[in-house]
């Protein structure tokens, strides 16, 4: 089992750029697909990003695509969505979302798919 803990969420400006970082800690990262989910209150959540085993292949949602960036550090065992112009409409929390993996290409957008999920981290976007 692995442990996700997210962080450096917050508030911020139109425009503005930050930084999530999922830690995770438990079971050998690398043999794990990651991704990003997020939910907006009285909204479905909604994929945001993936990314697999070594960092090789990425996918996005489109409305993020262009200003977000996922990637990982597997020697410190981190994923990190860098999100860039920042619009309000991107207000949610955001999940970090894990899945155990073979050593592949594939990513993975659909919820069902990832069995450990982080505690969430609030995002604010203010106009």
């Known amino acids: 089992q692995v442990q996700l803990v997210e962080s450096g969420g917050g508030l911020v400006q139109a425009g503005d750029s930050l930084r999530l970082s999922c830690a995770a800690s438990g079971r050998t990262f690398s043999n794990y697909a990651m991704g990003w989910f997020r939910q907006a209150s009285g909204k479905e959540r909604e994929f945001v990003a993936a990314?697999?085993?070594?960092?090789?292949?990425?996918n996005y949602a489109d409305s993020v695509k262009g200003r977000f960036t996922i990637s990982r550090d597997n020697a410190k065992n981190t994923v990190y969505l860098q999100m860039n112009s920042l619009k309000p409409e991107d207000t949610a929390v955001y999940y970090c979302v894990g899945k155990t993996t073979a050593s592949t290409s594939t990513t993975y957008s659909g919820s069902g798919s990832y069995r450990y999920w982080g505690q969430g981290t609030q995002v604010t976007v203010s106009s």
């Open positions: 990314i697999n085993y070594n960092g090789g292949s990425t």
